[in-house]
């Protein structure tokens, strides 16, 4: 069974531009979520979907960033314009619906120059 | 804000000698995870704890949630080079929602 997949697994861009991540969640899980991991902190929630409707977007900074699930498989999440503290590890996450056990993908490692 | 607290930060030992790593909070949660980081790829699920006081054991590795369920240990008993990594914490609310993480231990296991 295939894993949590996330694209690019770089991407280097300069301030201002857009960036658009990809997450593939494992087939059939309803729950998906981003989480991000600046330079030397802890990985924080950004948000939370369930199937295609954000359950949480409580952890999003601020309107720069959005997050799609268009039919509820697969999530984007756009930074527009990205700024340089937007660099960092984004993480994607599924689960199974009303399973604690969320398995992550490899990350996609966002710089802002 | 929930917050974990991991313990030590860093941890640099020798094969064969045993660990223990903790992972204390001041709020009680429904459930903990441990996961193990490698350098560019995601943590993995290592262990999920639910019951207060609930011992898990996999392989060399044990898995230990306070009994009243703000704190957890895992301890590693003859450590190898393989289990170098970024062990991490993490912790659910009361639902099945977002995780809250702990700033990670970084272990290396010297031949």
Redesign the interface.
Known sequence: EAG?T?FPSHSVIEKGQTVTLRCDPISGHD?L?W?RRVMG?????LL?FVKESK??E??MPNNRFLAERTGGTYSTLKVQPAELEDSGVY?C?S?Q???????????TRLTVL | TQLLEQSPQFLSIQEGENLTVYCNSSSVFSSLQWYRQEPGEGPVLLVTVVTGGEVKKLKRLTFQFGDARKDSSLHITAAQPGDTGLYLCNAGGTSYGKLTFGQGTILTVHP
Do not use: C, L, T, W
């Not at chain 1, 902190?41 to 929630?45: A, L, M, N, R």
């Not at chain 1, 399973?99 to 993908?105: H, L």
């Open positions: 949590v996330q729950n979520y989480y902190k802890e990985i924080k929630f939370h359950q949480d409580s952890g993480f996450a689960s619906y009303r399973s604690f056990e969320q398995f992550f993908g490899p990350g």
